[in-house]
């Protein structure tokens, strides 16, 4: 158990439709990163948090946003959704202690898959 | 630009047997990370192993060891006495300083046989 958190697990919706996926970091990092896999694209950046502000941003669609709340959770919110955006999104986080791999570490949630129809 | 490339899509490797895969990468930062991560068929990314670009000493963590030769901007995994629970997808990823996003590779599934 790498100690981030996500819901929900599975997500089933249909195309032109909105959905919103939750992480929570584990306890002690600072940082968000949420990442998408597709068979497409492989492995995907799309963007990372830092405390509640914007560090990085990778190819992340612009109908797709996120944020970073106080309590560090973290939304990844998808809109006008289309057959292609089906995949497993991943978020991960870093910054805390024990890893190993000191603060280098990115420790990944299982994922939410979803299933656009 | 930061580039992973892995050439296997796929390994065959014996219960017992050692096995390495590979991955080539491609930075102009001198100051940079390497990972490993394993993706059982479960989905989760399970972090297995980590070099910098300035340890001296190839990084090991059990039965995992990063084989790093810098010049040739190589980092291969080297997995010794495979076991069945190995089978997975094996990804390489790297970060460079300045930037906490990793750039994985396309990943090699590899399948441990009895």
């Known amino acids: 158990d790498s100690g981030v958190t996500q819901t929900p697990k599975h997500l089933i919706t249909a195309t032109g439709q909105r959905v919103t996926l939750r992480c929570s970091p584990r306890?002690?990092?600072?940082?968000v990163y949420w990442y998408q896999q597709s068979l497409d694209q492989g492995l995907q950046f799309l963007i990372q948090?830092?405390?509640?502000?914007?560090?990085a941003k990778g190819n992340i669609l612009e109908r797709f946003s996120a944020q970073q709340f106080p309590d560090l959770h973290s939304e990844l919110n998808l809109s006008s959704l289309e057959l292609g955006d089906s995949a497993l999104y991943f978020c991960?986080?870093?910054?805390?202690?024990?890893?190993?791999?000191?603060?280098?570490?990115?420790?990944f949630g299982p994922g939410t898959r979803l299933t656009v129809l | 630009a930061q580039k992973i490339t892995q050439t296997q899509p796929g390994m065959f490797v014996q219960e017992k047997e050692a096995v390495t895969l590979d991955c080539t990468y491609d930075?102009?930062?001198?100051?940079?990370?390497l990972f490993w991560y394993k993706q059982p068929s479960s989905g989760e990314m399970i972090f297995l192993i980590y070099?910098?670009?300035?340890?001296?000493q190839n990084a090991t963590e059990g039965r995992y060891s990063l084989n790093f030769q810098k010049a040739r901007k190589s980092a291969n995994l080297v997995i010794s006495a495979s076991q069945l629970g190995d089978s997975a997808m094996y990804f390489c990823?790297?970060?460079?300083?300045?930037?906490?996003?990793?750039?994985f590779g396309t990943g090699t599934r590899l399948l441990v046989s009895p």
């Open positions: 991960a986080s870093s910054g805390g202690t024990g890893g190993k791999a000191g603060n280098n570490e990115q420790f």
């Open positions: 306890s002690g990092d600072l940082s």
């Open positions: 948090y830092y405390n509640g502000e914007e560090r």
């Open positions: 930075t102009s930062d001198p100051s940079y990370g």
């Open positions: 070099q910098g670009s300035y340890d001296q």
């Open positions: 990823a790297m970060r460079a300083s300045g930037f906490q996003k990793l750039v």
